[in-house]
């Protein structure tokens, strides 16, 4: 299966990873300690190539 992570923002969609090859069973860390700053709105879609093909786990700092 392969792995898109894509951060949406009100008119444009960026890939964060793009087509990453994900073995069944494995696993794989994206950002490795760098951040994205996303703003209210944004959203991080997580897709596989096929269905129920991956779990995604992400870490949220809010500043309030």
């Given at each position: 299966q392969r792995v898109f992570i894509?951060?949406?923002?009100l008119t444009d969609d960026v890939y964060?990873?793009?087509d990453?090859?994900?073995p069944t069973?494995?696993?794989?860390?994206?950002m490795?300690?760098?951040k994205i700053v996303l703003q209210s709105g944004?959203?991080?879609k997580?897709?596989?190539s096929v269905v129920?093909?991956?779990d995604a786990l992400l870490s949220v700092m809010e500043i309030t």
């Open positions: 894509q951060a949406s923002k964060i990873a793009k990453i090859p994900l069973g494995s696993s794989v860390e994206i490795a300690g760098n944004d959203i991080i997580v897709k596989a129920d093909g991956v």
